[in-house]
């Protein structure tokens, strides 16, 4: 006898590393005036930020990553139709990697309240050694939850013990396949939407979703 089965797992974890997203963006109507405030403001974010993380690097990336200058203009409209002067706006993003919560707190604290900072969101996420780690022990229970699947369909059917065929990842089986594969693995990262909640009139508390990790496969038996 034959036996097709899908093994699953999924487990929760803490975040380790958040990525504060920051665009520091200014108006005016000479580009030159716009770009030197975008660049001085970034300037002073990068030295706050760089200071409150605490050294270069955080598992093997810069914890604090300047983007490339953003420039446009456009030409606004008054209420009454008026076409007014030109308009420059200039903005740079700066990413902010931190370990731990407490740092980045200091740094929405901090830049909620410092003109022309946006603060544009945050990213969980675990380091690599973790997500490897974490991602083979999860994989490894799915297997075991298709082996114990089939056994008890085999057990109900008076088959006797199975042995293992086949297996593979949702779709890859040989031959006729098995059930139709079931939602993906999802990311290692969560997002926090920023939107207006930080500012220099409240305080946000960050509190980091747990990360959830799952894994399906499918596996084919004897019995």
């Known amino acids: 006898m034959e036996i097709t089965v899908v093994g699953q797992s999924m487990r929760k974890v803490e975040p380790e590393l958040g990525v504060l997203k920051v665009r520091v963006a200014f108006e005016s109507a000479e580009r030159d005036e716009a770009v030197r405030r975008a660049r001085e403001g970034a300037a002073a974010v990068v030295d706050f930020t760089a200071e409150e993380t605490g050294g270069e690097k955080a598992d093997g990336q810069n914890r604090v990553v300047v983007e490339a200058l953003r420039t446009h203009s456009w030409t606004p409209t008054s209420v009454t139709g008026e076409v007014m002067p030109e308009r420059w706006n200039a903005s740079i993003g700066v990413q902010v990697r931190a370990r731990g919560v407490e740092a980045l707190q200091r740094c929405v604290d901090h830049l909620g309240g410092v003109d022309g900072s ?34 008890a369909m085999a057990d109900a059917a008076g088959a006797g013990a199975v042995e293992l065929t086949e297996i593979a990842d949702p779709g890859l089986l040989s031959g006729p396949q098995g059930p139709g594969a079931p939602r993906p693995a999802q990311p290692f990262m969560r997002t926090a939407a920023a939107g207006g909640a930080f500012n220099s009139e409240s305080v946000i508390a960050l509190q980091p979703d747990a990360l959830e990790l799952s894994e399906t496969v499918h596996a084919r038996f004897r019995a």
């Open 118 to 151: 946006n603060i544009e969101g945050i990213e969980w996420r675990l380091s690599e050694e973790s997500r490897r780690v974490a991602r083979a022990e999860v994989l490894a229970e799915a297997v075991q939850d298709a082996m114990t699947r089939a056994q």
